[in-house]
C-alpha cells in the first residue's frame, strides 16, 4: 500500500509586482470561467514522463525553486479588480507543494505515475487564491522515477510548457539559471509583457489585428452547417483518428507544393468542412501560438491567441486549396495577437447593430510544434477511437486538435453531436487523411503514383474510405 506526501518547497526573493493581466492571461481566464466546474480541468496543460535510471530527490527539488526565480508565471495569481477588469498578482514568496508517492514494492512507477498524473491534471485550479502550478513524483530506490507537471493554461500555452520542461531538465542535470540566461534568450515575464500591450506600440498592434479580425468576420458566411432544430443539449463525443501514415504524407504534400506542412492540415481541415457544410469555402478560428514575435519567443507564459481563417471555394482541386490556404495562413497568424476582450465587445456591438459575422465556430489547432511528441505503441495502420464525452460549449460545432507521437499523427475531434453526429464526425477524420494521402501518392505533372509504398497506403486508403462511407462502427477502436 502506497502513501501519499505533500512535501512544501518554500520560496522567497523571487520578483513580485502587480498589474494589469496580459491578453493571454484574460481570455483563458474568461474561457475557463464560462465552463461547467467539471469541465475547467480540459484547459490545464499537462505532461509527465518516466525517469529512467531515476533522479535524486533533492536535485528535483533545488531545480524547481529556481524554476520558480526564472519564470514569474509560476507564482503569478489572477484576481478580479471589481471594475470588470483582471489583475495579475506576482507573489515574491510563499510555498509551492510537491506530490511525492513513494512506490510499493511490487509497484511499477511508470504505472503509478500514469495514475498520479491523471489524478493531479483531473483538478481545476483556483487562480485567485493559488499558484498555477501542480507537480506530482514518484519515488523508488530512492530515486524520483516518475515526473508530473500540471499548469493551468492561465500560465502557460503549448510553446510555453515545452520551454519550461526545457528548463527544468537542463536545470536537473546541472545547468545553472545563469548559463540558461546567458545561452538563451531571457524571457519576457508577464508584466513586462502587460506593459508592452499598454504602450503605444501595443495598442497599434492590438488595433490593427482586431481591424483585420473583423474585416474577415465581415467576408465569410453567417453560417456553415445548418443549426440544430429543437435537439436537446447533449455530451459532446471525442474522436481520435491515429494515422501512421500521414506524418510522412503531409511531409510530402509540403515538400511538393513548398509549404508548411500545418498549412497541409489546415487545408485538408477546410476542404471537409466546407464538403460536409454543403458550402464553398470554409471559415476556421485557428489557434496561434504567437511565438514568432520577439518579445514572446521565450516566454514561459501564454501568448496563443485566435486568427480567423477565411478561404473561399475552399472545395477546388486539392492542391490548389493547398496553396491558397498557405497565402491566407500566413495573414491569420499575423494578426493573431489582440486584445480578445475588446474583439468580444466589439463583436457584441457590431451584432446589435445588425452587422452581419462569419460563423467562427469551427475550431483548428495544430499542437505539434508545441508538445513534445509522445511513446505511441499503437497499431501499424489508421484507427479511430471514441475515449471520451465532454460537457456542452455553447458556440462550437467542433474542435480539432492535430497531435502527434514518435509513430503517427493524430486528429483529435470533438463536436456538437446535434450539429456533426458521430458518422459525419468518421467521414470527416477519415476525408482528412484521404485528401492528404491521395495527394502524396499522385505525380502532379503525370497523374501517376510515385510512392514505392503505394499498394500499402492505397489499402490504408479503402479501410478509411469504407468506414467513411458506413460511419464509426466499422472503424477500430483502440
Given at each position: 500500500m502506497?502513501?501519499?506526501?505533500l512535501?512544501?518547497?518554500a520560496?522567497?526573493s523571487?520578483r513580485?509586482?502587480s498589474?494589469p493581466?496580459?491578453?493571454?492571461?484574460r481570455?483563458?481566464?474568461?474561457?475557463v470561467?464560462?465552463l461547467?466546474?467539471?469541465?475547467?480541468?480540459?484547459?490545464?496543460?499537462?505532461?509527465a514522463?518516466?525517469l529512467?535510471p531515476?533522479?535524486?530527490l533533492?536535485?528535483?527539488?533545488?531545480?524547481?525553486g529556481q524554476?520558480?526565480?526564472l519564470h514569474?508565471?509560476?507564482?503569478?495569481r489572477l484576481?478580479p479588480?471589481?471594475?470588470g477588469?483582471l489583475r495579475?498578482v506576482?507573489?515574491g514568496?510563499?510555498?509551492?507543494?510537491?506530490?511525492?508517492?513513494?512506490?510499493?514494492?511490487?509497484e511499477?512507477?511508470?504505472e503509478l505515475g500514469a495514475r498520479?498524473h491523471?489524478?493531479l491534471?483531473?483538478?481545476a485550479?483556483d487562480?485567485?487564491?493559488?499558484?498555477?502550478?501542480?507537480?506530482?513524483?514518484?519515488?523508488?530506490?530512492?530515486?524520483?522515477?516518475?515526473i508530473?507537471?500540471v499548469?493551468?493554461?492561465?500560465?502557460?500555452d503549448g510553446?510555453?510548457?515545452s520551454?519550461?520542461?526545457?528548463?527544468?531538465s537542463?536545470?536537473?542535470?546541472?545547468?545553472?539559471p545563469?548559463?540558461?540566461?546567458?545561452?538563451?534568450?531571457?524571457a519576457?515575464?508577464?508584466?513586462?509583457?502587460a506593459e508592452?500591450q499598454a504602450s503605444?506600440?501595443g495598442?497599434r498592434?492590438?488595433?490593427?489585428?482586431r481591424?483585420?479580425?473583423?474585416?474577415?468576420?465581415?467576408?465569410?458566411p453567417?453560417?456553415?452547417?445548418?443549426?440544430a432544430?429543437?435537439q436537446?443539449?447533449?455530451r459532446?463525443?471525442?474522436?481520435v483518428?491515429?494515422s501512421?501514415?500521414l506524418?510522412?504524407?503531409?511531409?510530402?504534400?509540403?515538400?511538393?507544393r513548398?509549404?508548411?506542412?500545418?498549412?497541409?492540415?489546415l487545408?485538408a481541415?477546410a476542404?471537409?468542412t466546407?464538403?460536409?457544410?454543403?458550402s464553398?469555402?470554409?471559415?476556421l478560428?485557428?489557434v496561434v501560438?504567437?511565438?514568432?514575435?520577439p518579445?514572446?519567443?521565450t516566454?514561459?507564459?501564454v501568448?496563443?491567441?485566435?486568427g480567423?481563417?477565411?478561404?473561399?471555394?475552399?472545395?477546388?482541386?486539392?492542391g490548389e486549396?493547398?496553396r491558397?490556404?498557405?497565402?491566407?495562413?500566413?495573414g491569420t497568424?499575423?494578426?493573431a495577437y489582440?486584445d480578445?476582450?475588446a474583439?468580444?465587445?466589439?463583436?457584441v456591438r457590431?451584432t446589435?447593430?445588425g452587422?452581419?459575422?462569419?460563423d467562427?465556430?469551427c475550431?483548428f489547432?495544430?499542437?505539434?510544434?508545441?508538445?513534445p511528441?509522445?511513446?505511441?505503441?499503437?497499431?501499424?495502420r489508421?484507427?479511430l477511437?471514441?475515449p471520451?464525452?465532454f460537457?456542452?460549449?455553447p458556440?462550437?460545432?467542433?474542435a480539432?486538435?492535430?497531435?502527434?507521437?514518435a509513430?503517427a499523427?493524430?486528429l483529435?475531434?470533438?463536436a456538437?453531436?446535434a450539429?456533426l453526429?458521430?458518422p459525419?464526425m468518421?467521414?470527416?477524420?477519415y476525408g482528412?487523411?484521404?485528401?492528404i494521402?491521395?495527394?502524396a501518392?499522385?505525380?502532379t505533372d503525370?497523374?501517376?503514383?510515385?510512392?514505392s509504398?503505394?499498394?500499402?497506403k492505397?489499402?490504408t486508403?479503402?479501410?478509411?474510405a469504407?468506414?467513411a462511407?458506413?460511419g464509426?462502427?466499422t472503424a477500430?477502436?483502440?
Amino acid at each position: 500500500m502506497t502513501t501519499h506526501q505533500l512535501l512544501e518547497i518554500a520560496f522567497s526573493s523571487g520578483r513580485a509586482g502587480s498589474g494589469p493581466a496580459t491578453w493571454g492571461q484574460r481570455a483563458i481566464w474568461d474561457a475557463v470561467r464560462q465552463l461547467p466546474p467539471a469541465d475547467a480541468p480540459r484547459y490545464n496543460i499537462a505532461t509527465a514522463a518516466p525517469l529512467d535510471p531515476g533522479l535524486p530527490l533533492p536535485v528535483l527539488l533545488t531545480a524547481v525553486g529556481q524554476l520558480l526565480h526564472l519564470h514569474d508565471s509560476l507564482h503569478t495569481r489572477l484576481l478580479p479588480d471589481g471594475n470588470g477588469g483582471l489583475r495579475q498578482v506576482v507573489d515574491g514568496e510563499g510555498t509551492l507543494g510537491i506530490h511525492l508517492q513513494p512506490a510499493g514494492e511490487h509497484e511499477d512507477p511508470a504505472e503509478l505515475g500514469a495514475r498520479q498524473h491523471e489524478e493531479l491534471a483531473a483538478q481545476a485550479f483556483d487562480t485567485a487564491a493559488q499558484w498555477p502550478v501542480r507537480i506530482g513524483a514518484v519515488t523508488a530506490g530512492g530515486l524520483v522515477r516518475h515526473i508530473s507537471l500540471v499548469l493551468s493554461h492561465t500560465a502557460v500555452d503549448g510553446s510555453g510548457m515545452s520551454r519550461l520542461v526545457a528548463d527544468l531538465s537542463a536545470l536537473c542535470l546541472g545547468s545553472s539559471p545563469e548559463e540558461l540566461a546567458e545561452l538563451r534568450v531571457p524571457a519576457q515575464q508577464p508584466l513586462e509583457e502587460a506593459e508592452f500591450q499598454a504602450s503605444e506600440r501595443g495598442l497599434r498592434r492590438d488595433e490593427g489585428a482586431r481591424k483585420q479580425f473583423v474585416r474577415k468576420l465581415r467576408l465569410g458566411p453567417p453560417r456553415l452547417f445548418p443549426p440544430a432544430a429543437g435537439q436537446p443539449a447533449a455530451r459532446f463525443p471525442n474522436a481520435v483518428l491515429r494515422s501512421p501514415a500521414l506524418p510522412r504524407a503531409v511531409e510530402r504534400v509540403a515538400a511538393r507544393r513548398r509549404v508548411s506542412t500545418g498549412s497541409v492540415l489546415l487545408a485538408a481541415t477546410a476542404t471537409m468542412t466546407a464538403r460536409l457544410a454543403g458550402s464553398t469555402e470554409a471559415v476556421l478560428n485557428v489557434v496561434v501560438n504567437n511565438r514568432f514575435l520577439p518579445g514572446p519567443a521565450t516566454a514561459v507564459s501564454v501568448v496563443a491567441g485566435d486568427g480567423l481563417f477565411h478561404l473561399p471555394d475552399a472545395t477546388a482541386e486539392f492542391g490548389e486549396v493547398v496553396r491558397r490556404t498557405h497565402a491566407a495562413a500566413i495573414g491569420t497568424y499575423r494578426h493573431a495577437y489582440y486584445d480578445k476582450a475588446a474583439l468580444a465587445a466589439e463583436i457584441v456591438r457590431l451584432t446589435a447593430e445588425g452587422v452581419r459575422l462569419a460563423d467562427r465556430s469551427c475550431v483548428f489547432n495544430d499542437t505539434r510544434e508545441l508538445l513534445p511528441a509522445t511513446a505511441d505503441p499503437g497499431a501499424d495502420r489508421t484507427t479511430l477511437s471514441w475515449p471520451v464525452e465532454f460537457e456542452p460549449r455553447p458556440g462550437l460545432t467542433y474542435a480539432l486538435d492535430v497531435l502527434r507521437s514518435a509513430e503517427a499523427l493524430s486528429l483529435a475531434m470533438t463536436a456538437d453531436p446535434a450539429v456533426l453526429p458521430r458518422p459525419a464526425m468518421g467521414r470527416f477524420l477519415y476525408g482528412i487523411e484521404e485528401l492528404i494521402l491521395t495527394e502524396a501518392e499522385t505525380d502532379t505533372d503525370t497523374g501517376t503514383t510515385t510512392d514505392s509504398t503505394t499498394d500499402a497506403k492505397a489499402d490504408t486508403r479503402t479501410d478509411a474510405a469504407t468506414a467513411a462511407r458506413t460511419g464509426p462502427g466499422t472503424a477500430e477502436h483502440a
